[in-house]
T-cell receptor, first 116, second 114 residues
């Protein structure tokens, strides 16, 4: 079956611009996670959704970052007034539920964001 | 604070040699433990995980890992390296009271020499 997909695969923008990154999770997965991976580092948690609601957004670095999941499926990560330090690969993952910490998360290929 | 440490950002082995990638976690309660692999230009793929039960866990592609609570470790091993094992490997932990979010180590790049 189809895995997690993310669009675009690459995004180049200028400092100060607004960007949207999209994630399509595996059908039927209620939990959706966003991570950010900087060069040479492991992924860092940003936010996760259980259904439509953001259950934990403690990883968002500041109020320029926002994410939504209005229908409990597709999610969009939005970054306002982009800065060069936002350049990274943004990863999305989904799992059947977030009820147990032991559930496997399935990752998408990521969106590589470059802010010039 | 909860954290994951992977000793060695780069590990190089010869084809056929033992692979050992080290992972230690820091937390007051035992977590769920994961190893993910990332091939170039691909997404993260789960190799194996420990949740409960037997502390020696077998995963895909001949990899295994052993949870040692007393050492707060979850080292990844493979008896004989193959060229196709060259990739970035990430150790991660999660906890029941945190919605399953993963805390990753910084990663270890494995190179396999012919």
């Amino acid at each position: 079956g189809a895995g997690v997909s993310q669009t675009p695969s690459n995004k180049v923008t200028e400092k100060g611009k607004y960007v949207e990154l999209r994630c399509d999770p595996i059908s039927g997965h209620t939990a959706l996670y966003w991570y950010r991976q900087s060069l040479g580092q492991g992924p860092e948690f940003l936010i996760y959704f259980q259904g439509t609601g953001a259950a934990d957004d403690s990883g968002l670095p500041n109020d320029r970052f926002f994410a939504v999941r209005p229908e409990g499926s597709v999610s969009t990560l939005k970054i306002q007034r982009t800065e060069r330090g936002d350049s990274a690969v943004y990863l999305c993952a989904s799992s059947l539920t977030s009820g147990s910490g032991g559930n496997e998360q399935f990752f998408g290929p990521g969106t590589r964001l470059t802010v010039l | 604070a909860q954290s994951v440490t992977q000793l060695g950002s780069h590990v190089s082995v010869s084809e056929g040699a033992l692979v050992l990638l080290r992972c230690n976690y820091s937390s007051s309660v035992p977590p769920y433990l994961f190893w993910y692999v990332q091939y170039p230009n691909q997404g993260l793929q789960l190799l194996l995980k420990y949740t409960t039960g037997a502390t020696l866990v077998k995963g895909i592609n001949g990899f295994e890992a052993e949870f040692k609570k007393s050492e707060t470790s979850f080292h990844l091993t493979k008896p004989s390296a193959h060229m196709s094992d060259a990739a970035e490997y990430f150790c991660a932990v999660s906890y029941d009271n945190q919605g399953g979010k993963l805390i990753f180590g910084q990663g270890t790049e494995l190179s396999v020499k012919p």
